[in-house]
């Protein structure tokens, strides 16, 4: 069975980091991209990220360029890492498995829970 | 790309056919999705590649259209189907997800 199960989240000062984390089980999750997609409080998905299943090319959004960077430290792992945090980065993240095997990205097809991020002062 | 969704909200009876648009700002070819996400759940993706069902996703969801205007059809409105719907486009990076169309149950 596909599973994603993210980590990492809590409250965070604005200009702190973070780290987040993604592990995948039940499939060859080296195969595929990995999305990081975001929600605010009461707000729409916000696509975030995107690294491939060989972790050598990653896509950001352009409100986290720059600031977000995203790897593939093993087949099962991606991390997310946050920094500059701002207030607007507050939400529940979600990673999520990409539908295409060994493409660069497509839709998402399998969807963690979300880990719920808070950025305050 | 700017994806704009219509209506924010759709209020139907059971049975009603609905229909949701997604229009793009420029052309996304076929490489759009539609997922469907109820309170406190993940995102389910209902559609890819604009017509073709994902697994499991039952034949009264149908998606049309190419270029830069698609719709999610539901044939038959379910009380199940109160969500809320999400148009997504991977033809270009960043990728990026329409905000949302509200189905209520008259």
């Known amino acids: 069975e596909v599973e994603l199960v993210e980590s990492g989240g809590g409250i965070f000062q604005p200009g702190g980091s973070l780290r987040l984390s993604c592990a995948a089980s039940g499939f060859a999750s080296g195969d595929f991209s990995t999305h990081w997609v975001r929600q605010a409080p009461g707000q729409g998905l916000e696509w975030v990220s995107l690294?491939?299943?060989?972790?050598?090319?990653t896509f950001y959004a352009d409100s986290v360029k720059g600031r977000f960077t995203t790897i593939r430290d093993s087949a099962n792992s991606v991390h997310l890492y946050m920094n500059s945090l701002r207030t607007e980065d507050s939400g529940l993240y979600f990673c999520?498995?990409?539908?295409?095997?060994?493409?660069?990205?497509?839709?998402?097809?399998?969807w963690g829970r979300g880990t719920l991020v808070t950025v305050s002062s | 790309i700017v994806l704009t969704q219509s209506p924010a909200t759709l209020s139907l009876s059971p049975g009603e056919r609905g229909t949701l648009s997604c229009r793009a700002s420029?052309?996304?070819?076929?490489?759009l999705a539609w997922y469907q996400q109820k309170p406190g759940q993940a995102p389910r993706l209902l559609i890819y590649?604009?017509?073709t069902r994902a697994s499991g996703v039952p034949v009264r969801f149908s998606g049309s259209g190419s270029g830069t205007d698609f719709t999610l059809t539901i044939s038959s409105l379910q009380p199940e189907d109160v969500a809320t719907y999400y148009c997504?486009?991977?033809?270009?990076?960043?990728?990026?997800f329409g905000q949302g169309t509200n189905l209520e149950i008259k």
């Open positions: 999520a498995k990409d539908r295409t095997r060994y493409g660069t990205g497509s839709s998402a097809d399998f």
């Open positions: 690294i491939t299943g060989d972790g050598i090319y």
């Open positions: 420029q052309s996304v070819g076929s490489h």
């Open positions: 590649e604009t017509s």
């Open positions: 997504l486009q991977y033809y270009n990076f960043p990728y990026t």
